[in-house]
């Protein structure tokens, strides 16, 4: 009897054990079926594949937009001219020294909230059928526009002349004073400098906008 009792009590452990070893396989098998039986799109698969890299690539664009924030000039260091206007030197040239009553060729670009309104590197050619870069040439410190008139240009309404250039501010003739070739300013020009209360292009009237020069050559004043 006792031997008969042992042996049932045997034959319930192991069935135990049994039950216990093959539920987690079968419990694995089911979640393997489950896991296979759910067919991958190829979009989802795009997707997956793709994930990596978008996640990879959001501090990239976070370090860029740290990297244009910084470029971004305090107020504190620019420099006012002696007409006011505010200016930074971006790069400071090593050539020669634009001073007032010389004649210089720039470029210039005047940018409205971060869009190019106004710029010589745009220049009209032919009745604008094509758009070229061309210099603006000025008297440093002569009154605003006179080069664009006709009895001061030597081929009026010609392809390079002053007249079939965009305009410059006013501010443009008298900030480029202590510039030297090859530098490079950006000026603050408030619409008294600019282009008043008529506007241009993208900039609205009265409206302030950055001004940013190139000087690139200079030619001795008249006399000297």
Not at 6 to 12: A, F, I
């Amino acid at each position: 009897m006792a031997s008969t009792r042992s042996l049932d009590k045997w034959r319930g452990h192991r069935h135990l054990q049994n039950l216990a070893e093959s539920t987690p396989r079968k419990t694995q098998e089911q979640s393997n079926h489950v896991f296979l039986s759910k067919p991958t799109s190829r979009r989802c698969a795009i997707l997956i594949s793709t994930l990596p890299f978008t996640l990879t690539s959001l501090p990239q664009l976070s370090e860029a937009r740290e990297r244009r924030n910084k470029k971004t000039i305090p107020l504190e260091d620019y420099l006012t001219s002696p007409d006011g206007l505010k200016y930074y030197d971006v790069l400071e040239g090593k050539g020669a020294v634009a001073e007032k009553g010389m004649t210089v060729q720039v470029h210039f670009d005047c940018l409205y909230r971060g869009i190019t309104a106004i710029s010589s590197r745009e220049s009209k050619l032919l009745a604008g059928n094509r758009i070229i870069a061309q210099p603006y040439e000025f008297k440093v410190g002569a009154p605003p526009g006179k080069e664009r008139k006709r009895e001061f240009v030597d081929n009026p309404n010609g392809l390079f002349s002053a007249q079939a250039a965009p305009k410059p501010p006013p501010a443009m003739y008298s900030v480029t004073e202590g510039m030297k070739v090859g530098g490079k300013r950006t000026v603050i020009v408030p619409p008294e400098a600019g282009y008043g209360q008529k506007g241009m292009n993208e900039i609205p009237p009265g409206s302030s906008f950055e001004l940013n020069i190139e000087l690139l050559q200079v030619m001795p004043a008249e006399g000297k």
